[in-house]
C-alpha cells in the first residue's frame, strides 16, 4: 500500500507533482532507503544513489475481484500512465520506452541488477518505464512506470527522477 491510497486520479495534479521532481533532492550516493508514512507505513518515497521515486496513484485494492473487473482495474492503471504521458509528452516533448522485463528475469534467476531497478522491483513496480530526457534544468530524468504486484493488490502508478540518465537494460539483459 502507499499513501496514495484512497485518492482519485487527478492529470494534472500528477503532471504538477512530477515537475516537482526536477527540483526534489536526489542522493549523490549511499544505500536504497525506502521511507513510510510515520504513522500508516504506507510507502511515501524510495531513493538511492541518483533516484528517487514516489507513487502518484494507487487504485483499489482487488481482494476477491476477478474478469472482467480486474481487467477494468487493469486497464484504468493503463490509462492513467497513458493520459499522464500525453501531458508530460506536451511539456517535454516524445518520451521513450525502456523494457524491464529483461532485468525482472535477471533478478528472478538471482543475478545482480542496477540498483535502480531493483528499488522499482522492491516495491512491486514491474511495468516499463517511460522516460524523458534530460530535462532543463539540470539534465535530470524523469520516468513514469505502473506496477501491480499480485492478483489482489491494487494498481500502483508512480514516478522517478534520476540525476543521470536511466540505465538501458544491456542486450544480455533479455529472456533467458
Known amino acids: 500500500m502507499t499513501s496514495r491510497a484512497g485518492e482519485p486520479f487527478d492529470t494534472d495534479r500528477a503532471a ?5 521532481l526536477l527540483t526534489a533532492p ?3 550516493d549511499g544505500p536504497v532507503i525506502g521511507e513510510g508514512d510515520p504513522v500508516t507505513g504506507e510507502w511515501t518515497v524510495t531513493a538511492g544513489a541518483g533516484f528517487r521515486v514516489v507513487p502518484l496513484w494507487e487504485g ?3 481482494t476477491g475481484v476477478y474478469a472482467p473487473e480486474w481487467n477494468d482495474a487493469e486497464e484504468a ?21 525502456v ?6 528475469l535477471r533478478r528472478q534467476n538471482g543475478l545482480p541488477v542496477e540498483p535502480l531497478f531493483e528499488a522499482l522491483f522492491a516495491e512491486d513496480l514491474y511495468g516499463d518505464l517511460e522516460v524523458w530526457g ?14 501491480h504486484s499480485d492478483a489482489d493488490a491494487p494498481f500502483v502508478l ?4 534520476g540525476d543521470r540518465p536511466i540505465p538501458e537494460p544491456a542486450d544480455g539483459d533479455g529472456p533467458l
Request: without cysteine.
Open 16 to 20: 504538477a507533482e512530477v515537475t516537482e
Open 99 to 104: 523494457r524491464l522485463d529483461g532485468p525482472l
Open 60 to 62: 483499489d485494492p482487488l
Open 158 to 161: 508512480a514516478a522517478l527522477v
Open 77 to 97: 492503471a493503463a490509462a492513467h500512465l497513458a493520459e499522464l504521458a500525453r501531458a508530460l509528452d506536451a511539456r517535454w516533448g516524445p518520451h521513450r520506452r
Open 26 to 28: 536526489v542522493p549523490t
Open 134 to 147: 534530460p530535462l532543463d534544468p539540470g539534465g535530470r530524468w524523469i520516468a513514469l512506470i505502473v506496477g
